[in-house]
Nanobody
Framework: QVQLVESGGGLVQAGSSVRLSCAAS????????MGWFRQAPGKEREFVAA????????WYAESAKGRFTISRDNAENTVYLQMNSLKPEDTAVYYC?????????????????WGQGTQVTVSS
């Protein structure tokens, strides 16, 4: 059983940067594809970014391209989401997820384990 714990969220101003972290335990982190998703109030959970098992492949939602960077440290069992140039529309609860396979995946159904989420609020 994989446990995921996100951290790094908070209240920030538009244009600023935040780095989210997701610490994994209880599984073989280095073999899992990892993803970040977000859910705004009244909206469905949506894909943000994903990374394959080695970190050599990444994929981003259009809204994240050029502003967000996903990375991972397999020695530390941690995946990161660096978010720059934040906008009020980035306000959401951000979730880390671990897939059963090692590829990068964009679909929610590809992920077997989820963290509890961390709130990011961007003020204008």
């Amino acid at each position: 059983q994989v446990q995921l714990v996100e951290s790094g969220g908070g209240l920030v101003q538009a244009g600023s940067s935040v780095r989210l972290s997701c610490a994994a335990s209880g599984g073989t982190f280095s073999s899992n594809g990892m993803g970040w998703f977000r859910q705004a109030p009244g909206k469905e959970r949506e894909f943000v970014a994903a990374i394959n098992w080695s970190g050599s492949r990444t994929w981003y939602a259009e809204s994240a391209k050029g502003r967000f960077t996903i990375s991972r440290d397999n020695a530390e069992n941690t995946v990161y989401l660096q978010m720059n140039s934040l906008k009020p529309e980035d306000t959401a609860v951000y979730y880390c997820a671990a897939a059963g396979g090692g590829y990068y995946y964009t679909a929610l159904r590809s992920y077997d384990y989820w963290g509890q989420g961390t709130q990011v609020t961007v003020s204008s």
